[in-house]
């Protein structure tokens, strides 16, 4: 029987980790890797933390205007979205901003309250598979009723689009 033996020498030091330079020895061993040494962070200064902010997106704005092809002024001179402006213009519209400010915070409090209304229904042992039960129940009657036959199909679609003129208006 051969027997082997191997040996596993530990050097130590006086401190857990060498807080000088990292050491390369000539010829370092098949078994280690080194990584080279990170730089050390910016400093920021605490009294204008904006700066960085507003460098960071002067950059940002370069490096668009170079992967556009733009002049940095071009892309600097950014418009808002359509969307933003029609909004802003029926909120400039507005009389009563309290009024509708009121009306909007109303109605997510009464969203926020009817799920939590709708979640304590859901958590109750036979209730939930009875309304789904009804659901089905009211979608099987309501094809028959109005989609099944051409003539209730026309009435329905008739009656939508006149819907559809009473809430936007006839143009």
């Known amino acids: 029987m051969a027997s082997t033996s191997s040996t596993l020498t530990i050097s130590s030091s006086s401190t857990p ?11 370092p061993s098949p078994q280690c890797v080194t990584l080279p040494t990170l730089p050390p962070p910016p400093v920021q200064s ?22 556009t092809g ?13 969307v933003l402006k029609t909004v802003q213009e029926a909120w400039d519209k507005v009389e009563d901003k309290y009024a509708v400010s009121s009306l909007a915070v109303a109605g ?9 209304l709708i979640s304590a229904i859901d958590r109750l042992p036979l209730i939930p598979g009875a309304l789904e039960l009804v659901g089905i129940g009211y979608t099987g009657w309501f094809a028959y009723k109005n989609l099944v036959f051409k003539p209730d199909r026309e009435a329905l679609t008739q009656k939508i689009k006149d819907t559809y003129k009473e809430i936007i208006g006839s143009s």
């Open 70 to 82: 733009e002049a940095p002024a071009e892309v600097a001179t950014t418009e808002l979205p359509e």
């Open 46 to 67: 605490q009294n204008r933390p904006g700066k960085a902010t507003t460098y960071c997106r002067k950059i940002a704005r370069n490096v668009m205007a170079m992967a």
């Open 108 to 116: 997510v409090v009464a969203l926020w309250g009817s799920t939590g």
């Open 17 to 27: 980790f060498d807080t000088k330079a990292p050491r390369h020895s000539a010829a």
